[in-house]
């Protein structure tokens, strides 16, 4: 629970879609700056399984209940600190309570490739999924919120890691935040 309002450390927020790199760069931001990571992502797939639904599924098919008891998860995490919130809305969910918003981005092409080795599927097959599921996440969050998370002047700094290979991803990402928490006063 959180103490009288109080938080008890950094909150820094890695937002973005599915391949861009979130999980990398929230888990290397934690391991920097001593936090703890949770991603909103891991929440749902509990979710799904607890209801014995295939995670496709059950994303495409969710009650708006399932977001709004995800988004309140992340705002009590935010108000509390000592955390890296990864998920695609979670910058925009916890909004003044970030210490830092990240918003990772990454080209289409470049999020199949990944995707694809992750799952072991094909390009095509992954680009498809990113594809409906990109556009089925954005669809819903437009009609929960009026936005889906990816309006970059949200955020206090964004990332694009097409480019980038894992280590200079971390590397970069740990300098901007570090950068942003000087400048804010927040934490060095």
Do not use: P
């Not at 970030?98 to 080795?117: N, T, W, Y």
């Not at 599921?133 to 009609?143: E, G, Q, T, W």
Request: hydrophobic share 40%; aromatic share 4%; with cysteine.
């Amino acid at each position: 629970m959180v103490d009288s309002g109080i938080k008890r450390g950094l909150t820094i927020t890695v937002s973005g879609w599915a391949g861009v790199g979130k999980g990398t760069v929230a888990n290397a931001l934690a391991k920097d700056l001593g936090l703890k990571v949770v991603a909103m992502g891991d929440i749902f797939r509990e979710m799904a399984r607890e209801r014995r639904i295939d995670l496709e599924r059950f994303s495409a098919t969710r009650e708006d209940e399932i977001d709004h008891q995800i988004d309140k998860r992340c705002l009590e995490l935010a108000r509390e600190g000592g955390v890296v919130l990864d998920g695609r809305l979670t910058g925009m969910i916890a909004g003044d309570l970030a210490d830092c918003k990240l918003l990772i981005k990454c080209d289409m092409e470049q999020k199949a490739e990944r995707v694809a080795k992750r799952e072991d599927i094909s390009t095509q097959e992954a680009r498809k999924r990113l594809e409906e599921r990109d556009a089925n996440d954005s669809a819903k969050y437009i009609s929960l919120y009026g936005a889906d998370g990816s309006q970059q002047d949200i955020y206090d700094a964004v990332i694009d890691t097409t480019h980038l290979d894992i280590e200079a991803t971390k590397s970069e990402a740990i300098k901007v935040v570090r950068g942003i928490l000087r400048r804010k006063e927040s934490y060095f």
